[in-house]
């Protein structure tokens, strides 16, 4: 059965610090991995899919890897801005798809 | 805009009640899902549709029940035998033929039992 990890489960950041998200899954058989931020009390957004045959994905501030081998992906923000205070969410599509606990960023003025 | 709606927002309940919640897409997606996220524990699958007639029942699914009479529609009901029904739900979509795609998300219903 896939699990999937995220670590840490929370971080507290000051503006413009590059940081870097962890997602880990155990099964390396998968087609796909997704990154999503849900804001408190809100719906998850979708910020990267990366798929199996990929190494990463870019999206503005944002950069996603994977590598399938070591069972892992990070999401890489750059010069962090307070709106990017959110929880972070991993998913991992195999047979099934399953998802990460989640990080709660907070970004500090 | 395409996009997912679900609705309502808020929802209150008392205990013994049954509650349906709308899920209304119009991405042409195939596949539809409903999620439960309580705080902790991450999202749990409840049920999911990958075609019009026809659903599975995910890891939860006890106490819930869906219909997928049409492509756009996946409602779901929260039975009088759900005995934890207080959380947010969320209903999802994506492209269910072929290559599993991009994984859309409404933006929840939050369901409280008084």
């Known amino acids: 059965k896939q699990e999937v990890t995220q670590i840490p489960a929370a971080l507290s950041v000051p503006e413009g610090e590059n940081l870097v998200l962890n997602c880990s899954f155990t099964?390396?058989?998968?087609?796909?991995l997704q990154w999503f931020r849900q804001d408190p009390g809100k719906g998850l957004t979708s910020l990267l899919l990366i798929q199996s045959s990929q190494r990463e994905q870019t999206s503005g501030r944002l950069n996603a890897s994977l590598d399938k081998s070591s069972g892992r992906s990070t999401l890489y923000i750059a010069a962090s801005q307070p709106g990017d205070s959110a929880t972070y969410l991993c998913?991992?599509?195999?047979?099934?798809?399953?998802f990460g606990g989640g990080t709660r960023l907070m970004v500090k003025p | 805009d395409g996009g997912i709606t679900q609705s309502p927002k808020y929802l209150f309940r008392k205990e013994g009640q049954n509650v349906t919640l709308s899920c209304e897409q119009n991405?042409?997606?195939?596949?539809m899902y409903w999620y439960r996220q309580d705080p902790g524990q991450g999202l749990r699958l409840i049920y999911y549709s990958q075609i019009v007639n026809d659903f599975q029942k995910g890891d939860i699914a006890e106490g819930y029940s869906v219909s997928r009479e049409k492509k756009e529609s996946f409602p779901l009901t929260v039975t009088s035998a759900q005995k934890n029904p207080t959380a947010f739900y969320l209903c999802?979509?994506?492209?269910?033929?072929?290559?599993?795609?991009?994984?859309?998300f409404g933006e929840g219903s939050r369901l409280t039992v008084l």
């Open positions: 998913a991992v599509q195999g047979n099934m798809l399953t």
């Open positions: 999802a979509s994506r492209r269910g033929q072929g290559f599993p795609g991009e994984l859309f």
């Open positions: 991405l042409n997606h195939d596949a």
């Open positions: 099964d390396s058989a998968i087609y796909n």
